[in-house]
């Protein structure tokens, strides 16, 4: 297994421009979620998913956009591009323990990204 | 609103030098407090969840317990390698699989 994935390993935009950030996990996990870490601040939830089809905002979710089409991808696209959005970008996923409950996440390697 | 604070910040053990990490944590309803080690420029790598107040795991050097305002990571005998950021973090009862994270201590430890 690859486990969770994240394409690209490092990113520079300029001001205004959009991208996609890509995820991808093997494990047939319900939950994805993503993540930024800045200094200072620790991990901040974004966006997260329970399902194909199923998406919902985090703590820190404008400006980003989620769909997830099937079990396995979760993409993160940025409509424009700030500098206030230059931060680690994290993807994770975890199984289903119950109704509600999950186990514990699973991380990928990040996406750096830096906006000019 | 959940809260998380870990202390301290950073901290520098000599090599077999015991020490504790603290996780305190306000949250209406906990369902699990999880433990993960981050390397420079790696994603998050979990390590222990924690759901009940007296429960303790260990792995290695590693053993973490809680309380119901606080989790501690003790590490016995550190080697350099065990030098990291460790993040604590909190999930709700009734909010499925999302965490709130604290900022983390960055651990040195020198041979």
């Known amino acids: 297994n690859a486990g969770v994935t994240q394409t690209p390993k490092f990113q520079v935009l300029k001001t205004g421009q959009s991208m996609t950030l890509q995820c991808a996990q093997d494990m047939n996990h319900e939950y994805m979620s993503w993540y930024r870490q800045d200094p200072g601040m620790g991990l901040r939830l974004i966006h997260y998913?329970?399902?194909?089809?199923?998406?919902d905002q985090g703590e820190v979710p404008n400006g980003y956009n989620v769909s997830r089409s099937t079990t396995e991808d979760f993409p993160l696209r940025l409509l424009s591009a700030a500098p206030s959005q230059t931060s680690v970008y994290f993807c994770?996923?975890?199984?289903?323990?119950?109704?509600?409950?999950?186990?514990?996440?699973?991380f990928g390697p990040g996406t750096r990204l830096t906006v000019l | 609103e959940d809260q998380v604070t870990q202390s301290p910040e950073a901290l520098r053990l000599q090599e077999g030098e015991s020490s504790s990490l603290n996780c305190s944590y306000t949250v209406s309803g906990l369902r699990g407090l999880f433990w993960y080690r981050q390397d420079p420029g790696k994603g998050p790598e979990f390590l222990f969840t924690?759901?009940?107040a007296g429960e303790e795991k260990e792995k290695e050097r590693l053993k973490a317990t809680l309380t119901k305002k606080e989790s501690f990571l003790h590490i016995t005998a550190p080697k350099p390698e065990d030098s990291a950021t460790y993040l604590c973090a909190v999930s709700r009862e009734t909010s499925g699989s999302r965490l709130t994270f604290g900022e983390g201590t960055q651990l040195t430890v020198n041979p």
């Open positions: 994770a996923s975890s199984s289903r323990l119950g109704t509600g409950t999950y186990n514990e996440q699973f």
């Open positions: 924690l759901y009940s």
């Open positions: 998913s329970v399902g194909a089809g199923i998406t």
